[in-house]
C-alpha cells in the first residue's frame, strides 16, 4: 500500500512539472525521474524542465548590495548573491565572505553607505553568526518574516540528515545567481536585478570543493532568451546556492549542494563551490583545521 502511495505521489509530481515546464511531449523525462541523480545524458532529455528548476532556485535567492541612500545612482552598485536556508529549525542567510569583505571595506571608506537585500535594508555587522576568510562563507541572522517581506522563500532540503550528501560526479545540479551584468538602473534609483540560471553537472566533486564547468556546445536556451556569449561575466553570481538534484523512489526533490564563491575567467566558463558540509545547523561553520581531524 505504501509503495503503491509513493508511486502515485511520483507520478502526480511528475506530471506537475511537466505541466510548469510547458511541455507534455518528454518522452524520456519518466525514465529519468525513476533513477537516482540525472546524468548528462538525461539532463539533455529534461532540459524542458529548465524553466521549473530556474524558478526554484530563484525562489531561494537575492541580491544583496550596498549603495548611498541619499544620492541618485549613477550606476549599478556592486553586489553579490545572498540565499536562505533552514537546516533544522534555525533559519539565516548565506553569502560568500569576500562579498560581505566588499561591504565593509565600502563602509569603512564611505560610513554613510547602507547594505541592503532585495528591498529590505539591513545591518550585516549586527547580524554575523559566523564568518570564514578561508571557507568564503558567511552567515547572518534573519527571520522568517523579513524573507517573506523581501519576497523568498528559506531552503530546507530534501536530505534527512545534515550535511546533506555531496553530488555524485557527472550528474545533475543547477543554480540561480544575480551577475552584476545582468541588471538594469532606471531613472537613477530603480535597479532591476537580472538573474543567471542554469541546469548542469558537477564536473568534480572533492572533500572541499565542487566544480562545474560549463561545456558551451551542450548549452539550451530553454529560456528562449537567448545564450550568454562567450566569457561572460559571472561576477555577482558568488554566494549562490548550488543545488542537487536528486530523485527518490519517482519523487523529485533537491538539497544544498554548496556555496558558490567564484567563478574564474581565465580558468574558462566555470563555478567554484564550497561544499556544504562545512555549514552547521545553527549557522555556524566548521574551518577546515577541525574538520580535517575528523
Same mark, same amino acid.
Given at each position: 500500500m505504501k509503495r503503491t502511495l509513493l *508511486? &502515485?505521489? +511520483? #507520478?502526480?509530481?511528475?506530471?506537475?512539472?511537466? =505541466?510548469?515546464? =510547458?511541455? #507534455?511531449?518528454?518522452?524520456?523525462?519518466f525514465e529519468w525521474c525513476q533513477r537516482g541523480q540525472a546524468t548528462r545524458e538525461e539532463i539533455e532529455h529534461a532540459l524542458k524542465l529548465g524553466p &521549473? $528548476?530556474?524558478?526554484?532556485?530563484a525562489s531561494y535567492i537575492a541580491p544583496i548590495y550596498w549603495l548611498d541612500p541619499h544620492a541618485p545612482l549613477t550606476a549599478v552598485p556592486q553586489n553579490g548573491t545572498i540565499f536562505f536556508l533552514n537546516c533544522s529549525g534555525t533559519t539565516f542567510a548565506?553569502?560568500?565572505d569576500h562579498v560581505y569583505r566588499a561591504y565593509l571595506a565600502k563602509k569603512q571608506a564611505a560610513p554613510h553607505i547602507v547594505c541592503k537585500i532585495g528591498n529590505m535594508t539591513v545591518d550585516p555587522e549586527n547580524r554575523c553568526i559566523d564568518r570564514n576568510e578561508d571557507l568564503d562563507i558567511v552567515t547572518f541572522r534573519i527571520t522568517d518574516d523579513e524573507i517573506h517581506q523581501i519576497g523568498? $522563500?528559506?531552503?530546507? @532540503?530534501?536530505? *534527512?540528515k545534515w550535511p546533506p550528501a555531496p553530488p555524485w /560526479? @557527472?550528474?545533475g545540479v543547477f543554480f540561480a545567481a544575480y551577475p552584476g551584468v545582468a541588471h538594469i538602473l532606471h531613472d537613477g534609483h530603480i535597479i532591476d536585478f537580472g538573474i543567471y540560471a542554469a541546469n548542469t553537472?558537477?564536473?568534480?566533486?572533492?572533500?572541499?570543493?565542487?566544480t562545474c564547468e560549463f561545456e #558551451?556546445?551542450?548549452?539550451?536556451?530553454?529560456? @528562449?532568451? @537567448?545564450? /550568454?556569449?562567450? %566569457?561572460?561575466?559571472l561576477s555577482g553570481i558568488s554566494g549562490c546556492p548550488l543545488l542537487t538534484l536528486v530523485d527518490h523512489r519517482g519523487i523529485l526533490?533537491? =538539497?544544498?549542494? +554548496?556555496?558558490?564563491? %567564484? &567563478? /574564474? #575567467?581565465? &580558468? +574558462?566558463?566555470?563555478i567554484l563551490v564550497r561544499r556544504a558540509d562545512f555549514i552547521r545547523e545553527d549557522g555556524r561553520l566548521t574551518p577546515f583545521s577541525v574538520r580535517q581531524r575528523f
Open positions: *508511486q &502515485a505521489w +511520483g #507520478r502526480i509530481r511528475f506530471n506537475a512539472c511537466l =505541466r510548469m515546464s =510547458r511541455y #507534455r511531449a518528454l518522452s524520456k523525462l &521549473a $528548476l530556474s524558478n526554484v532556485a548565506v553569502t560568500a523568498k $522563500l528559506a531552503l530546507t @532540503g530534501s536530505q *534527512q /560526479p @557527472g550528474r553537472i558537477a564536473t568534480q566533486v572533492t572533500d572541499e570543493l565542487i #558551451r556546445e551542450r548549452w539550451v536556451d530553454h529560456l @528562449g532568451l @537567448g545564450l /550568454p556569449e562567450e %566569457g561572460y561575466n526533490s533537491w =538539497r544544498l549542494a +554548496g556555496v558558490t564563491y %567564484g &567563478a /574564474p #575567467r581565465c &580558468a +574558462g566558463e566555470m
